[in-house]
């Protein structure tokens, strides 16, 4: 039975422990020992790190706010938005939360590095590199945003204007 369940007889997806912006996190449905295979980092391949290819692919993606995903694996960004094995749900372990588990940038497997009981959440700590890239991100986001903003602002204020102007005339 479990073989047809497959993943989700591994385990089990639902609001993460590690704070309310974290959104989903991957709960553990057994109990996994240390050094155990929990799952490889799966999803769509983005491109390899550096081209121009795969900045584009990231970029569309921040702007579309959907890169919280992306995972590099062995030189190539995985977009594991698409990825089936829940992978893609687990989360750092942030605010007092302990990582439980290691994943490798060269093969994108990820093994537990203690015990994980039955309804533990799955958690990870993230390369430097991908909180870079998070930050940088936000950065983009904010100015962005303040530049729309400051754009519809003014689009608001000259159309006020030129509203007033129209009614002097009359």
């Not at 938005?81 to 994943?103: D, E, P, S, T, Y």
């Amino acid at each position: 039975e479990n073989e047809e369940l497959g993943w989700q007889a591994r385990f089990y997806i639902r609001a993460s422990g590690c704070g309310t912006d974290t959104g989903e996190g991957l709960y553990a449905a057994r109990t996994y020992q240390p050094g155990e295979n929990l799952a490889v980092y799966t999803g769509k391949d983005i491109g390899e790190k550096h081209s121009k290819e795969s900045e584009k692919a990231r970029q569309r993606l921040t702007d579309m706010r959907e890169a919280d995903h992306i995972m590099l694996v062995n030189g190539r960004y995985i977009d594991g938005r698409v990825a089936v094995n829940g992978a893609q749900k687990i989360n750092a372990g942030l605010h007092g939360k302990v990582n439980n588990a290691k994943f490798s940038a060269g093969t994108g497997n990820i093994r537990a590095t203690k015990t994980i009981r039955a309804g533990t959440e799955i958690l990870m700590a993230y390369s430097k590199s991908y909180w870079d890239e998070h930050k940088r991100a936000e950065r983009i986001l904010e100015s962005q945003e303040g530049k729309a903003g400051g754009f519809i602002a003014y689009t608001a204020h000259m159309q006020r204007r030129t509203n007033n102007l129209g009614n002097e005339n009359k």
